[in-house]
């Protein structure tokens, strides 16, 4: 089974959106890698709009994002064959409401049962 993975201290987080205001320590995780494939972190500057697209490659599995920024994966061999959902992490909420299933806080205390395929956060 191949999986990619954004974890906070061993948690999987894709898809949620973490409220920090100090940089957050990621875990990039990817298990049977396709023939030829190479795992990449991508991070850019968060725009809600989209309007800026901000990509930068770095490496290694294990990183700091900075508040206002993303992070995702995808596996590339020539060409992008499989990518994660983002993690985003904002200084403060935004003034668009965030859908509770996705809200990762820094200061809650974290439960037990975590689905990740639910994207049930919580800390």
């Known amino acids: 089974m191949r999986t990619l993975d954004l974890r906070i201290a061993g948690v999987s987080a894709l898809g949620a959106v973490l409220i920090s205001k100090a940089p957050v320590k990621v875990d990039a995780v990817a298990t049977a890698l396709p023939s030829g494939a190479a795992l990449e972190i991508v991070t850019g500057v968060v725009d809600e709009a989209g309007a800026v697209p901000s990509i930068e490659i770095l490496k ?6 900075r508040p206002g920024h993303y992070v995702r994966t995808r596996l590339g061999a020539g060409e992008v064959v499989g990518a994660s959902n983002p993690l985003w992490v904002l200084a403060a909420e935004p003034k668009r409401p965030i859908p509770a299933v996705w809200l990762y806080r820094e200061e809650e205390e974290r439960t037990t049962g975590f689905e990740p395929a639910t994207l049930t956060l919580a800390r």
């Open 60 to 65: 290694g599995r294990n990183i700091s994002i």
